[in-house]
């Protein structure tokens, strides 16, 4: 990275919202953690168990919520501590502040003199901007719901008073940056997430299953694959745990599988046999199906937030209208009777490889640090010439 603001090389500091728990977020945030090399990474809290060996060597550094208790369970109910967390970090002597944010972590407050704030933002809170779809389905009686509603409120306010804190924010995907400036008012660059692409391989030949990558939580909508399956009578392996899984394996019919959680080299294995993977929910960018693409297998997804962005109707998947069991089991009709080149889905699914977003991310930094030193200085002139 060059150095536009200062006479020494720069200190970085990475903070990420929690590591407690090991997904597309956190992926994301190991990957700004390659891209500038020596610079500290630091959380609110973290579960090491969980996380990737990358991070667990790195050993993010956390604050004091690092000593409540039972944290690998109740680190969401812990969610009205994080903004006085966030507000009470110190990050004395670092020029550049990079966070990595699906919450709170944009709320960080700098404090060096002129040091930069750049915030890589995963979507505004999801819990309070769009609560009544994060709660759809969740066991969640009437009086939890209005209390929780009403915690939210300040929690609305404080996000608001949060997103003003970073010097440039880069979305994760068109759909987030649209959601920034409709939800504060701010403007963003588009940066779309790293796909370790280098880790899938394609099969010999693909296997007769259907495949669901997914924490198994409401709004995913896992149940429509589950459903479309055992309509089917079509092989479904199901990878992943959450409150939902009791529930699905109740409607599951005896062609669908519950694999619970799978190493990486599992996921691998499945992700290169599979005939396609099921993605029913509403992500704001969607890091699977890209990386299923890069295994030179097609998606079938519901057409909407990141996936319009990231699948190719025909080319690297096929899309269903309407969050149905009957428009998913026509989609998957549809993607049986179509023949896939897998090496033009592969290729798709490079351009949005992690060297590809290192770079760009970088140069962001850079950009931004230059446009500053240029408006100090124009600054200066402007008030010696006067």
């Keep these: 990275m060059h150095d536009t603001m200062h006479d020494h090389a720069p200190r970085v500091a990475i903070f990420h919202d929690n590591f407690a728990q090991m997904g597309g977020a956190e992926r994301v945030a190991e990957a700004l953690h390659r891209s500038l090399p020596g610079a500290a990474l630091l959380t609110t809290l973290s579960v090491t168990e969980r996380l990737t060996p990358y991070l667990q060597t790195i050993r993010p550094q956390a604050g004091w919520m690092q000593l409540l208790p039972w944290k690998h369970r109740l680190f969401r109910h812990y969610f009205l501590l994080y903004p006085l967390a966030i507000e009470t970090a110190d990050l004395r002597g670092y020029d550049v502040i990079v966070t990595s944010c699906f919450g709170y972590a944009k709320g960080i407050r700098r404090r060096s003199p002129g040091s ?10 999801r819990w309070v901007h769009r609560g009544s779809d994060y709660m759809a389905g969740a066991q969640m009686g009437l009086l939890k719901r209005t209390a929780l509603k009403l915690l939210l409120g300040p929690l609305a306010a404080w996000e608001r008073r949060a997103a003003r804190q970073p010097d440039l924010y880069i979305a994760n995907s068109k759909v987030v940056q649209q959601r920034l400036r409709e939800t504060f008012g701010i403007d963003s660059e588009v940066i779309p ?22 924490r198994l939580v409401p709004y995913k909508r896992i149940e429509l694959a589950v459903e479309a399956c055992t309509r089917l009578n079509r092989p479904l392996k199901v990878v992943g745990d959450g409150i939902e899984r009791k529930h699905l394996e109740a409607i599951a019919g005896p062609t669908v599988e519950f694999l619970g959680r799978a190493s990486d080299a599992a996921v691998n294995g499945l992700v290169r046999r599979c005939k396609a993977l099921l993605f029913p929910g509403e992500e704001d960018f969607g890091i699977t199906p890209v990386e299923v693409n890069a295994a030179c297998r097609p998606v079938i997804a519901y057409r909407a937030g990141g996936a319009t962005e990231t699948i190719v109707d025909g080319l690297t998947g096929v899309f269903f209208e309407a969050q149905t069991t009957e428009a998913l089991t026509d989609a998957m009709l549809r993607l049986e009777a179509m023949a896939w080149n897998p090496r033009a889905i592969r290729a798709h699914a490079m351009r949005f490889d992690t060297a590809v977003f290192q770079r760009r991310i970088r140069a962001a930094i850079e950009a931004e640090q230059e446009r500053r030193a240029e408006t100090t200085q124009a600054d200066l002139t402007a008030v010696l010439s006067a």
């Design 116 to 125: 930069l704030h750049v915030c890589y933002c995963h979507n505004p809170m």
């Design 193 to 214: 997430p790293p796909i370790e692409t280098a880790r899938f391989r394609i099969a010999d030949s693909p296997e007769d299953f259907y495949l669901v990558l997914s």
